[in-house]
């Protein structure tokens, strides 16, 4: 049980009412709203300790989004720090604020949080992957300074998802935005599981039509203004045209909130179609009192409607829309999770650079801003809840804390546009009773998206409850050697037993790329040397033998970055997992990556492979090449060697029997695809 508290204390700045670029939460744009971004942090609980003991605590100034194991995860594993911290923040309200509502959402505290305000007690949160809101309006102090404190505790816990640190760490600390913000008395709630009080139910799309049904939660403070209250709903294309519109009166009696939905067609909607077009509406909810705009809650919203074919995969707006992408955490070296806009923006490019059509977002629910920029690259998602290893059977707070998640998930998301479906759990030995509970769950909040899970043990009837099914796959990693054809054994099996629809979850290899080999074997998977070779290897054969199975309807790549493993000593350096295609600072991108690239995507791509392995023992060696092109012509030390057409259905090209010369060897690529032409250089050193 966590005894510890995440204490807030909420000192009262002047507020100024800016909308900040990279704001995460979209549906707080139209309101007066702030990010508290400077805060004290002591590496101690401080919650319940007089304020002049504090003097005798070394305190530091940080940065929100912050985490206190940036660094030792990387250093010290497992037994990086786990305990308490305290953040105090100061914040002034003025006079002028008075009669208004004041909110404060946090959108990651890890793992749980307790906040106080001005030594009250306003809110408690168990869950570090998803956010929460608190209402302070009772709680402050207007004109003068409040403080706010919030205690942080990150020691795992048998009660709560995720129970232990087998499959990644548990940072702690306040590590993704904290937004303060006001409304009027009557506004769209923001209480409802931390969602922006909004949700638009696609109930029947087509390219002709969109029948759309909008829940709207309005709530009602204390002091309520008389008057005639409405509710209007208006949709508008991407450059501001209004193509719907309702409106309804509001029945507000007194405190507290009330449902009210709407339903609008939009005909002839231009559908959301992936890449090929993610097309965006936005959904305007107002609050008018009196024929005034009082509050207004805004929502992209993204048409489009989907199923999963048995045989033909995914299919988007009724055409095949193959899946084929990566899985990806939600940390950077020297970072943790407390990453900036600019570093998941970054993150984007980079999965739009390989050319992936999907992400798998593992193993818990990521940064708001996150599922906003996938969706609007078109990029297809799968969101999940952390319930990973070792699953709390017969516990019933773990159940809880598994249903809280799941509920936080999909209200927080449900206006994203790329999630397509919600996973369940991944590699956890989950009751089929409680699976069930899951699944319904889901289904009753989110009638129009499908339910997954990732496991890794042979097909049984607990892998029937669920609409999708995916397993972790390692043949030719872990178990025996070129072992390609179980990928499709296994799905098949998979298929043909329990009649499920089957994606493969997870696959890859680990690559060190301080590690190099003329020639390799498959590695020990928990030794220490993963050479760079074995992974690119591994994964043209692999490729090679799933990307026309059609019937897989989804295949993600583990993963799309290095990250940390605090349980594991493997590769070239401990604590970190090497089986990603961009090492963990996203400074190098492994050869693997371009094998990917020139596959998946349409951009032109041409890549000697092997670059790093610049020490040769060996004068007869290969040159291989990655590329889309319609041809690569190959020279060594500037002599032109040969040129080949690049027929290969896996893109790749090699030429054999290629003889160094004693010392410097230059290697030169210039690819070819109609009349432009591309370039690649490596430089080889025989001795």
């Excluded at 889309?628 to 190959?634: A, C, F, G, R, T």
Aim: glycine share 8%.
């Amino acid at each position: 049980m966590f005894r510890s508290l995440l204490t807030i204390l909420i000192g009262v700045t002047l507020f100024i009412a800016i909308v900040l670029p990279g704001l995460s939460q979209e549906f707080l744009a139209d309101r007066s709203h702030r990010k508290l971004k400077n805060w004290q942090f002591v590496k101690a609980d401080l919650s319940q300790e007089p304020e002049k003991n504090w003097r005798l605590f070394e305190w530091e100034e940080v940065k929100v989004p912050h985490t206190w194991n940036d660094k030792d995860v990387l250093t010290e594993g497992l037994k990086s720090y786990h305990g308490v911290g305290t953040y105090e923040h100061r914040l002034k309200v003025g006079d002028q604020d008075k009669g208004k509502r004041h909110f404060i959402r946090f959108e990651g505290v890890s793992l749980y949080a307790e906040v106080y305000v001005n030594r009250q007690l306003v809110g408690k949160h168990r869950g570090g992957y998803s956010a929460f809101c608190v209402e302070v309006t009772d709680q402050l102090q207007y004109g003068k300074e409040n403080l706010l404190v919030v205690k942080v505790d990150n020691v795992p816990s048998i009660d709560m998802a995720p129970p232990s640190e087998q499959l990644f760490p548990l940072y702690g600390g306040i590590y993704r935005p904290v937004t303060y913000f006001t409304t009027p008395n009557v506004c769209v709630s923001p209480m409802d599981y931390a969602s922006s009080g909004v949700y638009v139910q696609q109930q029947d799309v087509n390219e002709s039509r969109a029948s759309l049904q909008v829940e709207a939660l309005v709530s009602a403070g204390k002091q309520l203004n008389p008057g005639k209250y409405d509710l209007e709903v208006s949709f508008y294309d991407a450059s501001g045209n209004e193509v719907g519109k309702t409106k309804e009166s509001l029945s507000i009696e007194g405190e507290g909130q009330n449902s009210s939905r709407l339903s609008l067609d939009i005909e002839n909607p231009r559908l959301w179609n992936g890449k090929k077009d993610p097309y965006l509406y936005t959904c305007s909810v107002v609050v008018l009192h009196n024929g005034q705009r009082i509050d207004e809650v805004r929502e992209k919203i993204g048409l489009r409607y989907f199923e999963v074919d048995e045989k033909k995969g995914f299919m988007l707006n009724g055409s095949s829309y193959p899946l084929y992408g990566v899985c990806r955490h939600q940390e950077i070296a020297g970072y943790g999770p407390a990453l900036s806009p600019e570093q998941h923006e970054r993150d984007v490019e980079l999965i739009n650079e390989l050319g992936a059509t999907t992400v798998r977002l593992a193993h818990y629910q990521q940064s708001d801003y996150l599922y906003d920029l996938l969706s609007q690259s078109g990029i297809v998602i799968w969101a999940e809840i952390p319930n990973t290893p070792t699953y709390q059977a017969e516990n019933r707070l773990f159940m809880e804390s598994c249903e809280q998640q799941l509920k936080e998930l999909i209200k927080q998301n449900y206006n994203k546009a790329g999630i397509f479906t919600w996973g369940m759990y991944n590699e956890t030995r989950v009751t089929q009773k409680d699976l069930q509970v899951l699944h319904s769950l889901a289904k009753s909040l989110d009638p129009g998206r499908l339910t997954v899970f990732a496991d890794n043990i042979r097909p049984a009837d607990v892998h029937q409850v669920t609409d999708l099914a995916a397993w972790n796959l390692y043949f030719g990693w872990y178990g025996k050697a070129g072992d390609w054809s179980g990928y499709e054994k296994w799905a098949r099996n998979a298929w043909e037993s329990k009649g499920v629809k089957m994606a493969i979850s997870e696959y890859g290899a680990g690559g060190s790329i301080s590690q190099q080999a003329e020639y390799f074997e498959k590695p020990d998977p928990t030794g220490q040397f993963f050479p760079e070779q074995y992974q690119a290897f591994y994964h043209e054969n692999v490729w090679k033998n799933i990307k026309d199975l059609d019937f897989i309807w989804g295949k993600y790549i583990w993963n799309m970055f290095d990250f940390s493993w605090t349980k594991v000593n493997r590769g070239d350096r401990a604590f970190i997992n090497h089986k990603g295609l961009i090492t963990h600072d996203r400074e190098v991108k492994k050869d693997a990556f371009y094998f990917y690239k020139a596959n998946w995507s349409d951009e032109p791509v041409l890549h000697i492979a092997n670059r790093r392995l610049v020490d040769r023992e060996h004068q007869n060696t290969s040159v291989k090449v990655y590329s889309n092109l319609d041809k690569v012509v190959l020279y060594l030390n500037g002599k032109k060697v040969s040129s080949q057409k690049v027929e290969s259905d896996i893109q790749v090209i090699t030429w054999d029997g290629i003889r160094l010369s004693e010392g410097e060897n230059t290697i030169d690529v210039i690819g070819y695809k109609g009349k432009e032409q591309f370039v690649d250089q490596c430089t080889w050193n025989f001795n």
